[in-house]
């Protein structure tokens, strides 16, 4: 079990990325106090939690309903999970999250009250995306009670610390700079490549039995 502990958090952490969420957080909430990103943070993490923990235990029956063999949800999880860490390694991740924080922000400014970011784009589709999902629906598939459970402990393990990034991002990014982080994302990003590539194997082998 510890194992699989291990593997599912480093794989969901990699994927759900605090390192990369938080400055994006931070330059959502530029113009929130103290309390309203606290708030917010909190909110993000307890929504993205409810998503993926709905998908753990529903996301394989909801496969099965329109036809789709777990093998082939393998194959295209781990090729979305691939084009995920190509993006996490030549930083268009990043850019692309930082496209998405400026058009927030310029809303923001055009509106005298602070925007609740809590649920867009914060907990969909940046802590609870694509990835995320397809991450807890593979490891959780034709997991017994046991391993599920296990599953969902590293998960809230990641979400707990994603919290906590949301909360400190300004001094984490203060503390950091952007050079960290730019070493930290790109490391996680072969990690996942690496991943990924295991789940596309472990589909083929599935589907073709070698």
Known sequence: MLELFVSAFVTLFVVIDPPGCAPIYAGLTKDASAAQRRNMAIRATLLAG????????????????????????????GIMLFVIALEMVF????????????KIIAQNETT??????????MAMPMLAGPGA?????????????????????????VLLLTMLALIAAGPL???????????????LGVLLAALASQYV??????????
């Open 50 to 77: 409810v998503i993926l923990i709905a998908f753990a235990f529903f996301g394989e029956a909801l496969l099965g309903a329109l036809h789709i063999d777990l093998d082939s949800f393998r194959i295209a999880g």
């Open 91 to 102: 930083e268009k991740r990043t850019q692309r999250r930082e496209d998405r924080a400026e």
């Open 112 to 121: 005298p009250e602070v925007e609740d970011v809590s649920v867009f784009p």
């Open 133 to 157: 999902i397809a991450s807890i629906m593979l490891l959780t598939s034709g997991a017994d009670i046991d391993g599920t459970l296990t599953v969902l402990a590293a998960l809230l393990s």
């Open 173 to 187: 990014m203060r503390l950091f700079g952007d050079r960290v982080e730019a070493v930290i994302t790109r490391l």
């Open 201 to 210: 194997i472990d589909g083929l082998r599935g589907s073709f039995g070698f």
